[in-house]
Nanobody, 121 residues
């Protein structure tokens, strides 16, 4: 039923690491771009990183050099490796996929349920 399933969130001290995973169900006939977004308390949702089907990546300036997005197309999974975490990284992280389902012509955005990441000092 759930089309994007996220895991890997949790609490970590500043400077630590977390690895988020998001697996898409096999109800998608094709998945193009995938990405991670986050929303901190009282803030708008913002882009963290995206990756195309061909592997091209894009990162928010605030996470460059610290976060790495990757994907395994055989597993329909996108990952976000987060290193050198800072308290300002605290947010709910959402998985996104621009994809098409069987019997539907158009692509659209799909979202995961969100996973909490908390970074403390």
């Amino acid at each position: 039923q759930v089309q994007l399933v996220e895991s890997g969130g949790g609490s970590v001290q500043a400077g630590g690491s977390l690895r988020l995973s998001c697996t898409a169900s096999e109800s998608f006939s094709r998945i193009n771009d995938m990405g991670w977004y986050r929303q901190a308390p009282g803030k708008q949702r913002e882009l963290v990183a995206t990756i195309t089907n061909g592997g091209s990546t894009n990162y928010a300036e605030s996470v460059k050099g610290r976060f790495t997005i990757s994907r395994d197309n055989a597993k329909n999974t996108v990952y976000l490796q987060m290193n050198s975490l800072k308290p300002e990284d605290t947010a709910v992280y959402y998985c996104n996929a621009y994809a098409r389902r069987y019997l539907i012509d158009t692509f659209k955005d799909y979202w995961g349920q969100g996973t909490q990441v908390t970074v403390s000092s």
